[in-house]
Antibody, heavy 118, light 107 residues
Framework: EVQLVESGGGLVKPGGSLRLSCAAS????????MNWVRQAPGKGLEWVSS????????YYADSVKGRFTISRDNAKNSLYLQMNSLRDEDTAVYYC???????????WGQGTLVTVSS | DIQLTQSPSFLSASVGDRVTITCRAS??????LAWYQQKPGKAPKLLIY???TLQSGVPSRFSGSGSGTEFTLTISSLQPEDFATYYC?????????FGQGTRLEIK
């Protein structure tokens, strides 16, 4: 059974940093691209970043480029999102999602809430 | 960037109704479109991918169609558990984008 469990969310002041983690199990982690998607309170889904299985291909939304860094450790079956220079508008639930074979986000974690506020 | 526009944004319907949600892309995306269902406080759930392929375990009352710039999600006979918010997503090119969502409520 595929499981994705996010952690690391919390309350942080504007300008601060936070590192999110996503622990994966139930599939060959290194074979799949992984993704971060966020959802601000009461709003829709926003793609944040993607990383290929080998970490060769990495993509970011313009809204986070230069501030967020996606990475993965295939030996630990873990995905990360280092978030620096956080802004109020980064407040959201952050989901990690596994890309499926058929161009989709097949599995999602339960999400972790990041609140940026002074 | 490819914009996805869903219509309607809000839909009120009754159990047993047939409903259709449309997703229009600002440029052609072939069939690289997925549909998700999200209930309050929960993660999105994949329903349809490649525009018309039903994800394993998803009831057959859900169907998708379209290619290029216009896509539809149809629920043939609404069930109580279908009342939720639905999102389309394009995976043709980066940045990946989602539609703004369609909230489906009980009439």
């Amino acid at each position: 059974e595929v499981q994705l469990v996010e952690s690391g969310g919390g309350l942080v002041k504007p300008g601060g940093s936070l590192r999110l983690s996503c622990a994966a199990s139930g599939f060959t982690f290194s074979s799949y691209s992984m993704n971060w998607v966020r959802q601000a309170p009461g709003k829709g889904l926003e793609w944040v970043s993607s990383i290929s299985g080998s970490s060769y291909h990495i993509y970011y939304a313009d809204s986070v480029k230069g501030r967020f860094t996606i990475s993965r450790d295939n030996a630990k079956n873990s995905l990360y999102l280092q978030m620096n220079s956080l802004r109020d508008e980064d407040t959201a639930v952050y989901y990690c999602a596994k890309r499926g074979d058929g161009y989709n986000y097949e599995y999602w974690g339960q999400g972790t809430l990041v609140t940026v506020s002074s | 960037d490819i914009q996805l526009t869903q219509s309607p944004s809000f839909l009120s319907a009754s159990v047993g109704d047939r409903v259709t949600i449309t997703c229009r892309a600002s440029q052609g995306i072939s069939s690289y479109l997925a549909w998700y269902q999200q209930k309050p406080g929960k993660a999105p759930k994949l329903l349809i991918y490649a525009a018309s392929t039903l994800q394993s375990g998803v009831p057959s009352r859900f169907s998708g169609s379209g290619s290029g710039t216009e896509f539809t999600l149809t629920i043939s006979s609404l069930q109580p558990e279908d009342f939720a918010t639905y999102y389309c997503q394009q995976l043709n090119s980066y940045p990946i984008t989602f539609g703004q969502g369609t909230r489906l409520e009980i009439k």
